[in-house]
């Protein structure tokens, strides 16, 4: 099994999903109900909050609530975990996205990511878009992980952790169908000739994403099969000697 890969993560970032106050907090949001209880209970359908976290530029409080429209930034050492209809959101810290309306008013249509990190869960359905400096991606019900690296030119990191997506950045183009982490790096400037690149997976572990998962009531294809891959950006779980990533075809 390949290390996780995690660049730039402070160690007390990492456990984050096995502290008690959120493992207490996910167990009580699936108790009352999830999202639909929320809206019914007229409860916050914010799951983990720490450190400062705006929300169309005013502080965001436990009790309140992220809704599609918003904008929302975090800042430095703060975390953000909260969920919209059928997909769940982690925003890592110095994070700025724009979280916009789908179909109905808890259906979040596209998530414009500025600068940071976030890692997400999608309920399945089509019309849902994922918007960086450098690349955009078409989701059809999957787990993603996409980070803007301002330190290099806002290179940005993306990663289909399961599930099917179309990527595009700047003249390419490229279908991802994986089953354990397919990832990528959309280009500030040409690699041989490239702007959509083969990327290691890099900055997320499987948990997290598992935990996501979670909140949504769905499993990873991982869980489901009971082991895991390893962790080269590849996209399977198993391995296919001879298939070519989708970025070098």
Known sequence: MIEPDLPGRAPRE?????????LQAAAAWAALGGFGGALAQQRSNVVELRGEVLVNGQRLRPQQFV?????????PDAHLVFVIGD???????????????GATLHTVSLLRLQTGAVAAVWGRGTGRFIVTPMLSASIHGTGTYAEVRPQEDRRTYFCNC?????LAAGRDRAVSQADYHQSFWGEPAPVEGRMLTAAPVSNHTDEEMEFLAGLVSQRTPWQLAGRRGSR????TIDPQPGRLHPAMR
Do not use: E, H, K, Y
């Open 14 to 22: 990492l456990p984050w999903f096995r502290r008690r106050s959120v």
């Open 67 to 75: 809704q599609t429209g918003d904008q929302v930034q975090t800042g």
């Open 87 to 101: 997909s769940a959101f982690m925003l890592r810290q110095n994070t700025q996205v724009t979280v916009q309306r």
């Open 162 to 166: 399961w599930g099917t997506i179309d």
């Open 232 to 235: 080269d950006g590849s996209g």
